[in-house]
């Protein structure tokens, strides 16, 4: 892992450019960082790959910086890239969530709200926080977009044509029926998986207590559904999100 800084710039990258930095990128560079100018930074804005750059001339406490080389070109989001519908639990696993789901490849991150979900706020502004520097650590080229808080419904209505919903179903209506089918237990994520192409997915993540029965009964009367059990054991939202992402990437995503 490189020793450089990474940080995410909103203004556009390219040579010659001078890019100006706002007062806390400027204070982790020249005082946390002890840079100077001359000192070498990577940088990314999502839109134009990454970039060496140095820092310019200090001026003050504000610091600059000058784009050298493009070091990494900016990749077509692959469709493989999944969305996480997760339904939001105690703040620090939620918080939890959102930075494992950055680190995990997720385009986009949509706390949604269910009948059973116990936290009914959340905070966008802290989501945008743990996102860009997740982004900046786990050195991805594009920020995953969050979305803001909203019902179950809204937010599969919102999915982009074609999307696969992936739902998490921790129990089948009868836990003693056999696999798959429209009221047993979930097939195994691996399984499922394995009966689809190469389309868009969303995965969907519970509350600490679950889905409704009513609910469970919409999502599996819904033809984008697939439920998808992730094994015997009940797992908490935030293992549950952190595992289904990971077999996601492993089996479908960039992990291969
Ligand atoms: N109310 C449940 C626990 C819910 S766990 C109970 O106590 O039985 C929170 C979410 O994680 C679930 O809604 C589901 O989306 C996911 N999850 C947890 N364990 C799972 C499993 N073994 N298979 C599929 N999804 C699981």
Redesign the pocket.
Known sequence: MSSTPRLFVTEDIFEGKTIALDEGQSNYLLRVLRLGAGAPVRVFNGRHGEWDCEIGPVQGKRASLEPVKQMRAQPELPASAPILL??P?KKAETDFIVEKATELGAARICPIL?E?TQTRTVRLDRFNKIVLEASEQTERLDLPQVEDLQPLATALEALPGGTVVI?????GDDMDAPWGGDTGR?GP?ADVLATLGDVPVAI????????TPDERACLRGRDDTR???????????E???V??LSVWQALKGDWR
């Open positions: 997760f339904a639990v269910t059973w739902y998490c179903d921790e129990a979930a994520i969907l993540i519970g509350p600490e207590g679950g889905f439920p998808v059990s992730l094994g015997p054991r009940i797992l908490r939202a293992t549950a999100a595992a289904a």
